[in-house]
């Protein structure tokens, strides 16, 4: 897909998300929108499946979150209709912890933890699912590496779009749009490739789009 980077960020910049996700399901491609069902995730969703109820949402689930996250997924999944793809490690969490349990940050295995519960089963799921567009709801506020990041990004020409519709968005922006659609949020959610809240887990630093 050919997409002028520069110009959509332009016209896109300070515009509401929802108009972002429009003009993202509105190019000539297929698009869908991934999440992680953690903290705020309901307003990516919701406003993906307001755009296109059909959207494909793929879920990376690592097979670590807590019963609450997983409680909350099932109740966003039925309440939204959510056209929902689950992509799961290749190993199951009971083997692995087994084998090598969850490491620490600074241990060698991390890395191949984290190629095992996320960047594996993500690059199977952009494989499989072969979208045109990718639909993020990556903040700047979140991580230093965010920061620089572009509401649209493409990594090369023809590859997959990156669109982030809520990267403007503060942690309070996100609060307003769930207390005025009456949605549901989860903060206990554990993702054990980041450890720490403002680490990057790897998918937006090494999935450039």
Not at 161 to 183: F, G, I, N, R, S
């Amino acid at each position: 897909m050919q997409v002028d980077i520069a110009k959509a960020n332009a016209e896109l910049a300070g515009q509401h998300p929802k108009q972002i996700v429009e003009w993202a399901a509105g190019l000539d491609g297929r698009t869908i929108v991934t999440t992680n069902f953690g903290p705020n995730e309901a307003v990516i969703l919701h406003l993906a499946s307001q755009v296109q109820p059909d959207m494909p949402v793929v879920w990376i689930d690592s097979g670590y979150a807590t019963r609450k996250t997983y409680l909350f997924a099932e109740k966003l999944i039925n309440d939204l209709n959510l056209n929902i793809h689950v992509f799961n490690p290749l190993m199951s969490a009971a083997r692995r912890d087994a084998l090598m349990g969850i490491p620490d940050v600074d241990d060698p295995q991390h890395e191949e933890f984290t190629r095992q519960v996320k960047l594996e089963p993500f690059g199977r799921a952009m494989q499989e699912m072969a979208p045109d567009v990718w639909l993020t709801a990556v903040r700047r506020d979140q991580t230093e590496f965010r920061k620089n990041m572009e509401i649209v990004s493409q990594d090369k020409p023809g590859g997959v779009v990156k669109v982030a519709p809520v990267l403007e968005w503060t942690e309070a922006d996100m609060q307003a749009y769930l207390d005025k659609h009456d949605l549901p949020n989860e903060t206990s959610y554990y993702d054990p490739t980041k450890v720490l809240g403002n680490r990057e887990c790897g998918l937006h630093n090494r999935f450039t789009a």
